[in-house]
């Protein structure tokens, strides 16, 4: 099983990475770091997988976004906040927006259905993409080696069932840091 997840890794991150790749890069990252796959493909293909799907979303959505944000409230709230963030700062919007984990969707909807051209939002998702590879990437393998850190002191007390939970609970409690300190960010601005 372990062998036919390695030798698909790069084709399962870049299909991860098109959609919400967070988990995906994270998890890639993890299995460079185990000296599986190679971080520096990690990171260009996590790039690649990320400018497909946001590409795409930026294209199906300023076909059809206003008429899913009619139909759905909670989407049309969370379209108007992105809206809101976006208001006369596109580029930094669209560099930034890559990193806010579970407002991908909505803030794409906001720039399709805005003013936004395709000209001003492939070259900054580009450099979005781009950062966003490199910086999860690499937080993820320095982070997998804290991980690993932990497991191994772990395991000598006693047996391996526990080190693994607390490596496992460890990387999540991360994750849900991180994107509790970006939206906290983003709440304390939205007031300002």
Same mark, same amino acid.
């Given at each position: 099983?372990?062998?036919?997840?390695?030798?698909?890794?790069?084709?399962?991150?870049?299909?991860?990475?098109?959609?919400?790749?967070?988990?995906?890069?994270?998890?890639?990252?993890?299995?460079?770091?185990?000296?599986?796959?190679? @971080?520096?493909?990690?990171?260009?293909? %996590?790039?690649?997988?990320?400018?497909? &799907?946001?590409?795409? $979303?930026?294209? /199906?959505? !300023?076909?059809?976004?206003?008429?899913?944000?009619?139909?759905?409230?909670?989407?049309?709230?969370?379209?108007?906040?992105?809206?809101?963030?976006?208001?006369?700062?596109?580029?930094?919007?669209?560099?930034?927006?890559?990193?806010?984990?579970?407002?991908?969707?909505?803030?794409?909807?906001?720039?399709?259905?805005?003013?936004?051209?395709?000209?001003?939002?492939?070259?900054?998702? @580009?450099?979005?993409?781009?950062?966003? %590879?490199?910086?999860?990437?690499?937080? &993820?393998?320095?982070? $997998?080696?804290? /991980?690993? !850190?932990?497991?191994?002191?772990?395991?000598?007390?006693?047996?391996?069932?526990?080190?693994?939970?607390?490596?496992?609970?460890?990387?999540?409690?991360?994750?849900?840091?991180?994107?509790?300190?970006?939206?906290?960010?983003?709440?304390?601005?939205?007031?300002?």
């Amino acid at each position: 099983m372990l062998d036919a997840l390695v030798s698909n890794a790069y084709w399962l991150l870049y299909a991860g990475t098109i959609m919400e790749g967070e988990t995906a890069l994270l998890l890639a990252s993890l299995a460079a770091h185990q000296g599986l796959i190679e @971080l520096t493909w990690v990171i260009i293909i %996590a790039f690649a997988g990320a400018t497909t &799907g946001d590409q795409v $979303s930026y294209q /199906v959505f !300023r076909r059809f976004g206003p008429a899913m944000v009619a139909r759905n409230a909670t989407l049309k709230r969370r379209t108007e906040k992105a809206r809101r963030l976006l208001a006369g700062h596109p580029v930094k919007f669209i560099i930034l927006s890559r990193f806010f984990w579970g407002l991908r969707s909505a803030c794409m909807l906001a720039l399709a259905a805005s003013d936004v051209p395709t000209r001003v939002f492939a070259p900054a998702n @580009l450099v979005a993409c781009a950062l966003w %590879a490199t910086v999860v990437g690499s937080l &993820g393998y320095v982070f $997998s080696g804290w /991980v690993t !850190r932990i497991v191994t002191a772990m395991d000598g007390l006693s047996g391996r069932a526990p080190a693994v939970l607390a490596g496992i609970v460890a990387f999540i409690l991360l994750i849900v840091l991180v994107r509790k300190a970006v939206l906290k960010f983003w709440r304390s601005r939205e007031t300002l």
